[in-house]
Each structure stands twice: as C-alpha cells, then as structure tokens.
C-alpha cells in the first residue's frame, strides 16, 4: 500500500469521470475539430466550448473565445513570452520561478530581453512593494508563479496586479501549484495573461493545458505556432480571430474531454472545498514536523501557502532519504525541482529537498503515515 503524496508533480489519482471520458471519445467520437461538420465532430467542438465556459467560471474571465488549449503550462509561457517580448524589453519575475519561465528567460535574453527579480526571503515569501525599485521605462512585463513549487509560498499577486495596474504593466500569472487549489478571480488580481497545466489542481490528465489572455494583450502576442486551423482556409495567413489564431494544428482533444470531466467535478465541489480540505491537512503535517529534527524549507503561516511541504533532512542525504521513504511506501519527489533560484533562495541549494504535495485525495491517515516515516529516518 503506498501514500501518494506528489501532486506538485501531478495529480493522482485524477477527479472521478477523466479516465471515462476519454475513453469515450477515443470509441465513440474520434472525429476532429473546426474541420467537419457531421454529427460527432461537432459534438467534439461543443465538448471544446462547455470547457472553455468552464474555465471561464472557474477564472471569473469573461470570454470563451480567449480560452486557448495548449499542450501544456510550460508551452503556454513559452507562447506568451516569445511571442510578446522583443529586444530591449524588460521583464520583472520572482526569485522563486520555475525554469518553465526562467529557460524562455534565459533564452530570450541573448536575443537582448532584459528581466529582474523580486527577491523573496528565506521562507520564499516576497513583498510586492519589492517590484518597486526594479520597474524601469522600457519594463514590458511582470510574470511571477502564484505558489511555489518547491516549498508552497505564496506571492503577494493581488498586490502585484494592482501595481501592475497603476503603471499599465502587463501582468502574467503562473498558476500551476494553485488552478484548482486556490481561489484565482483574473479579473480581481488584474491580470492581462493566466497559464495553467489541466494535470495537476485541475485534475485532469497530462499534456493538456490552458492559457487565458484579455483582448488587449491578446493583440499584443504573436502567435509561435503557426499552421492548419480548419478555418480561414482560404488564406495562408493565420486567422485573425480568437481562438483559433493560438490553435493552429490538432490539438489534444481527449485530453480536453479529460479536463472536461475533472473540471465538473471541481465546479460542483467548489475550489474552496479543496482549499480548505488541503489546509487542514497542511497544518497536520507542519504540526508534526515540529519534533522531528528536520529543516521545513517555507513557511509556517497557512495564509501565505500551499500544500506543497519541503523537508530538508539536515545530516542526511535527501535522496536517500526520498528512496528510504519509498521502500517505506511514501511516493514523494526530491532534488532542485527544476527551480535553481528558489533553492538558492531557500538555501536548499545544491542539496535540495524532499517535497512532500497534497491533494484532494489525501488523507489525514496519509499525512501520519508519512509524518511517522520521517520520524524514522531522522532519528
């Protein structure tokens, strides 16, 4: 019997009805989309529609048409970065990022972009007052995560997005430790562009995602991926209208019937249910951390985390404590978490942690399991 407790990595298991509707589609419909019009096919395009509306009440976002799938959250970033930034621009993110943002970073600064970072504190908690000083006159853009994946923290974004606001600086959040774990209102934290994957809070199944982008930005962004889009067909230009000019190609339509299915589930429990089932289970575990002789990387103020814990087993070696802790049946992840800076922020850096995800499956019986299995190796 094992303990799942990695759903910073992916959710498992997925929300009841994934696994069937997919499996529908691959059976029972199987046509594609925006190409005919015959009876499945457009059953197909209106399973796409319901989830975009979905994810329109999810977000509190307006418009469907501007709900773009994406094969995933690092390839929506990586569409709204390339496709927004130029030479000479100057981009604002957090110390606490993931290489999804950082990579396209690095890349696109040996083509002459700029970016700063919001320094966070030891706890990877960051003030918004912070950006202050690093907004210059030629600054395009703040994209920062809204949790970290390493350790929880929560960023200050609704502070942020009214900064953002007052300076007219486009502002793109990174959702993917809290889409379906934490409230998120598009309109309230002032966001220009949203990127969320559909396998981790959403519960969905991988290799699908979703991108959210008010009209103004939306303009603003050109499109990375260029093709077939079963419309405008007359034109070897991309069409000029949404969605479909970020959609070129086929896109994943089993996993859009997945998302489908999870975020029904997730709409009839309401993200609060989850939010509140997760913080119960949060406190257990940092209770029961506090005699154990191990570091928590993070905070301890449940106002200002997640459900993502890090432990540093201090006078051991996380890897062999995360294989120790698997022989034992607790499945967690180890290492840098694909996000340098925030371990070096943490100083977890190079030895990183052993994260420890909850998710609306976990058990208060899966957090004592696990809490007694550290126990074990500390001692």
Not at 143 to 148: D, E, I, T
Not at 351 to 369: N, P
Request: proline letters at 6%; glycine letters at 10%; aromatic letters at 6%.
């Amino acid at each position: 019997m094992s303990i799942y407790l990695d759903n910073g990595a992916t959710s498992y298991p997925k929300a009841p009805g994934v696994g069937e509707a997919m499996l529908d589609y691959v059976n029972n419909v199987g046509a594609n989309v925006n190409r005919s019009t015959y009876a499945t096919a457009s059953t197909a395009a209106m399973i796409l529609l319901d989830t975009r509306e979905q994810l329109c009440r999810l977000f509190n976002f307006d418009d469907p048409t501007h709900v773009i799938f994406t094969p995933g959250m690092t390839a929506g970033l990586n569409m709204l970065l390339k496709g927004y930034l130029k030479a000479g621009d100057h981009v604002i993110v957090s110390s606490m990022e993931h290489n999804a943002m950082m990579r396209p970073l690095i890349q696109l600064e040996k083509e002459g972009v700029e970016f700063s970072r919001i320094p966070a504190d030891r706890d990877g908690i960051a003030r918004a007052e912070d950006i202050l000083p690093l907004i210059r006159p030629n600054t395009k853009l703040v994209a920062v995560m809204h949790a970290s994946n390493v350790c929880g923290s929560l960023l200050p974004v609704k502070e942020i997005g009214a900064i953002c606001r007052e300076r007219n600086i486009p502002f793109i959040l990174d959702a993917a430790q809290t889409a379906g774990h934490y409230p998120i209102d598009f309109k309230e934290l002032g966001l220009s562009a949203l990127c969320a994957p559909g396998h981790k809070g959403l519960l969905g199944p991988q290799g699908i995602g979703v991108m959210l982008m008010d009209h103004e930005f939306a303009k603003s962004v050109e499109p990375l991926i260029a093709g077939g889009t079963g419309s405008a067909s007359d034109s070897e230009e991309l069409p000029p209208y949404m969605p479909d000019r970020f959609e070129s190609g086929t896109m994943n339509i089993p996993g859009v019937y997945g998302l489908n299915a999870a975020l029904t589930y997730i709409l009839e429990k309401g993200v609060d249910h989850f939010r509140a089932h997760e913080e119960k289970l949060t406190q257990r575990f940092l209770d029961g951390l506090k005699d154990i002789p191990v570091r928590l990387a993070g905070t301890e103020d449940m106002a200002k985390r997640v459900g993502v814990i890090a432990v540093d087993f201090t006078g051991h070696d996380n890897a062999e404590a995360a294989f120790a802790l698997e022989q034992m049946g607790i499945l967690t992840r180890c290492g840098l978490h694909c996000a340098p800076s925030a371990h070096k922020t943490l100083g977890t850096f190079p030895q990183g942690v052993v994260r420890f995800s909850l998710g609306y499956a976990s058990t208060e019986a899966d957090v004592d399991g696990a809490l007694e299995a550290i126990r074990t190796i500390a001692r």
